[in-house]
């Protein structure tokens, strides 16, 4: 129990998806993370995460990570291969994404968030879900959909298991075709 004036604790696993819902397949984090909330709500595990959405991430996404012990990073991405790519990330000062805004890579946040705290940094993922239109004014293409179920089906086997070291295990080989293969994952989640 805390005391009157104390801060509330914070979600151990905090996830930011970025997007501009009215760019076509730009769309993939803040829809992923809309379906993810009513997921985890259906689920009784809301307490655990803090779901955060932006058009981009900004420097003081850095913030966010504090205090944490892991991190997801979604977001649409043009070069991964189809459905997604997952993969761990760690603090690197990366240029912006776009040298004439803001953006920043969860690399660089990593970086930030490093040299403001001497906290324990929380062990950092990307979720990159394929995407292919961008164009304003479009909805999410077919193969988008596709991709974002994929991903789907990955999220609520992370947030299952919100460990580290269930992350970690979580290799190119645990996963089929960008799926979950649950006969090799089950064992580490």
Request: proline share 7%.
């Amino acid at each position: 129990m805390s005391g009157k004036g104390a801060a509330p604790a914070r979600a151990p696993v905090v996830i930011l998806a970025c997007g501009n819902p009215s760019r076509g397949d730009d769309a993939l984090g803040p829809h992923l993370l809309d379906r993810l909330q009513d997921w985890l709500l259906s689920e009784g595990l809301s307490d655990g995460f803090a779901l955060l959405s932006d058009f981009q991430w900004q420097i003081e996404h850095a913030l966010d990570l504090a205090g944490r012990r892991l991190a997801l990073f979604i977001d649409a991405d043009q070069r991964a291969a189809a459905p997604f790519v997952f993969r761990r990330v760690v603090p690197a000062d990366t240029p912006a994404c776009n040298p004439s805004t803001h953006a920043q890579a969860p690399e660089t946040l990593l970086a930030v968030l490093a040299r403001i705290s001497t906290e324990e940094m929380p062990e950092t993922y990307v979720l990159g879900v394929r995407g292919t239109r961008f164009a304003l004014g479009d909805g999410l293409s077919a193969a988008a959909i596709d991709n974002a179920q994929a991903a789907f089906d990955l999220l609520q086997l992370l947030c299952r298991a919100p460990q580290a070291a269930a992350w970690s295990a979580l290799r190119p080989g645990a996963l089929s075709a960008g799926r979950p293969n649950p006969a090799r994952s089950a064992a580490c989640c």
